[in-house]
Nanobody
Framework: QVQLVESGGELVQSGDSLRLSCAASGLTFSGYAVAWFRQAPGNEREFVAVVRWSNGQTKYADSVKGRFTISRDNAKDTVWLQMNSLKPEDTATYYC??????????????????WGQGTQVTVSS
């Protein structure tokens, strides 16, 4: 049984930094793309960032480009999301997702078939 576990979410102030982590049991990330999505109350879930395990290729949503960095740790089979210069609009539940999307669909929710339970990030102004 595949399980994704996110951690690192907490309440912070505007301008602070946080690092989220995503670890898996029941599979290894090799050969997959690992993405972060987020969902704020009343909003649809949206793409944040993704990394392809095979070559480290990354993609970011425009709203986080330059502030967030996604990275992978091959030894620990873990994906990190470093979030800097956090803003109140970054407040959301952040989800880790795993799939094998083609590049044209890599930011689409439907391209991922394993999801974590989410970790809450709250940014106060």
């Amino acid at each position: 049984q595949v399980q994704l576990v996110e951690s690192g979410g907490e309440l912070v102030q505007s301008g602070d930094s946080l690092r989220l982590s995503c670890a898996a049991s029941g599979l290894t990330f090799s050969g997959y793309a690992v993405a972060w999505f987020r969902q704020a109350p009343g909003n649809e879930r949206e793409f944040v960032a993704v990394v392809r395990w095979s070559n480290g290729q990354t993609k970011y949503a425009d709203s986080v480009k330059g502030r967030f960095t996604i990275s992978r740790d091959n030894a620990k089979d873990t994906v990190w999301l470093q979030m800097n210069s956090l803003k109140p609009e970054d407040t959301a539940t952040y989800y880790c997702a795993v799939g094998r999307p083609i590049w044209s669909t890599i930011a689409q929710e439907s391209a991922y078939y394993y999801w974590g339970q989410g970790t809450q990030v709250t940014v106060s102004s």
